[in-house]
């Protein structure tokens, strides 16, 4: 076993009974999967039901669990009821969780579940993501980062384990497609989620479709560039989205790039450091 496989089992151990808080991404699939190999069915993965999580990714995440014997269970959250997190400031990531958080406490304070776990790794230090903040106020442990494991020693411990997320692109919220300072509105996460949903039929396979109004700006992988680029299926990305009511379709030159909305922010906004009670 690989040793910082052996200390992720370790620190789960430890732990007794947990909550994971899970997505269905390669992170925390991983990490639901190690809580069940540490833990048995004292690990329940749990998935927050979000406007903001495509529901293709809802079905990934309950067919992934079947597959390997894992406790799933699927709560409402209510971020969409909180006007600092449809205003869409930069702290945005922050409200998501601080209310995912609070419902995963619920959860465990009725069931006597003391700890709650979240996939963040060791890679993710280093980016702004407020929903850390968040974590950290909830007293929500990393055991990822605990044991040192970065996302690529993630993806090989996956692959190992014979986890079909291993390879899976990475992922981020349907919220993260929308410019800070514009509102966060269902209806628009319907339109990004049905023109990102609409490309992996096309065979794309790392994307975002970032949303600007009347201008759709989509970023794809740079080796998958070329394919985007042909008359044909430029008129056909073109149609689609034209069909979803953008007045324009654009492609993001410089392709596909995690968190490619927070080059706009001047200056980091602090975020708050207490939680909603």
């Known amino acids: 076993m690989h040793p910082k496989e052996a200390r992720l089992f370790e620190i789960l151990r430890g732990l007794e009974r947990v909550i994971v808080a899970y997505s269905g991404g390669t992170d ?72 995912l958080f609070t419902r995963l406490a619920e959860v465990g304070q009725e069931r006597d579940i003391e700890h709650i776990i979240y996939g ?15 974590a950290k106020i909830h007293e929500v442990k990393a055991p990822l980062v605990e044991a040192g494991l970065t996302k690529a020693e993630i993806r090989e411990l996956s692959k190992q384990a014979g986890l079909p997320t291993w390879d899976r692109p990475a992922a981020a919220c349907l919220s993260s497609r929308i410019p800070y300072g514009t509102p966060v509105t269902i ?21 975002r479709v970032r949303f600007h109004d009347k201008i759709v700006r989509i970023e794809i992988a740079r080796e998958e560039m070329e394919q985007a680029f042909s008359l044909d299926m430029c008129d056909r990305i073109t ?13 993001d030159l410089a392709g596909y790039r995690q968190g490619s909305l927070n080059e706009v922010l001047p200056i980091l906004q602090p975020v708050q450091t207490s939680a909603r009670q």
Do not use: M
Not at 122 to 133: A, E, I, S, T
Not at 187 to 207: C, D, H, I, M, S
């Open 28 to 99: 925390s699939a991983y990490l639901a999967w190690a809580a069940k190999q540490a833990l048995g069915d004292q690990a329940v993965a749990i998935t927050a039901d979000s406007a903001s999580l495509p529901e293709s990714h809802k079905k990934d995440a309950a067919d992934f669990t079947r597959q390997f014997g894992i406790r799933h269970e699927v709560i409402p959250t209510h971020e969409f009821e909180n006007p600092d997190y449809v205003k869409n400031d930069a702290n945005r990531c922050f409200h998501c969780k601080d209310e």
């Open 120 to 134: 963040v790794n060791v890679d993710d230090l280093g980016d702004y993501r407020p929903g850390q903040k968040a």
């Open 187 to 207: 209806e628009n996460l319907k339109r990004v989620e049905t023109g990102e949903e609409e490309l992996k039929a096309l065979g794309f396979r790392q994307f």
């Open 239 to 251: 149609q689609i989205f034209r069909g979803l009511g953008f007045q324009y379709v654009t492609l």
